[in-house]
């Protein structure tokens, strides 16, 4: 008989006979997803911050309809031990990325495993693999897919419940990537912002850019919203275009963000501000949908619609990310408009407490990105939690 050795799956420990060795599965995309999505069960079974995205909505985004897929590829892997799945990746190519950079960089994503470097190791090299045999030269993330959607490995902040479009990892996930050999390129913050009575210093800018008469702000108009989100992104993507692996985001992922938004945006927290008539800077928050799905399983049924629809739509929410704010260049060095960023956050609080949110995340910033991170300071923010962006060659 094979000897046992114990494995800690994150939900307790697990025998496996010792020497028996990690089958790795690949997944088409469309493919029967069933293993893919519950293996999180037992990798965070006794984690009470973990919180299960809706199946529906991974099964969205891991199928052809997603318009990452007009101008990428990607595909899927699962671990196995004995027949029990231990663990799962994506692995992807962003045509748009490397049209951008010139990198040959794809990505690796979904990541969740036991704690068992063999694991990790194993799904991590299937995906350098399947990266290497399409001409890729290095391999980052975990990023889900592109790079707007999850990005970052957690490694600090584990005592609190990952925001909506967040993700959240074991403590050991982090040192597994490194196992595999890989290295750190970028550490990404997340912000806690206590909604409330702001310095008296952030009052006086939102009353100067207020008094301007060429600067008015409105909020979204839901009877245009594809035409207001459009208009977000443009100025998003101007805004952040020099970013570290910024990708602007296509007319089909446009189209379908203002599909998803239309369901859960709150108007009052997704500003337009105009210069002269001009679309100039914009500020868009969410409510924390995660706040919501807890007890849900990934699963809306047969219930968890209503549930979902009577906590968001009646109860209402008390958490928000504000996952955009920016300004277009031409305007950050005008000094009349220097307190432009300020006067937003100000409107973002003051909408934010007249609905009942208690506090928000501001995410996700770059650790070297000094200009936008002393302002969320200024603004009162605290880094409450770390990702972290692993590269390594193929």
Known sequence: MRSARSVDTGAGRVLIAR????????????GNLRDFLSVVDSIYRDDPQYVRPLDLEIKDRLSRKNPFFEHGEATIFTAYRGGRCVGRCTASIDREHLARYQDDTGFFGFIDTVNDAEVATALLDSARRWLGDRGMKRIRGPLSLAINEEIGCLVEGFDTPPMVMMAHHRPYQGELIEEAGFEKVKDLYA???????VSNRAAKARADIEALPEVRTRTVDMKNLEGDIRTLMDIYNDAWSDNWGFVPLTEGELSKMAADMKLIVMPDLALITEIDGEPSAVALALPNINHMIGDLNGSLLPTGALKLLYRLKVRGPKQARLIILGIRKKYRHVRKYAALSTYLYVKMNEAAAKRGIEWGELSWTLEDNAPVNVGIKFMGGKVYKRYRMYERSI
């Open 191 to 197: 912000w806690r912002y206590e909604v409330g009575k």
């Open 19 to 30: 020497g028996m060795p990690v089958e790795i599965r690949e997944i088409p995309v469309g």
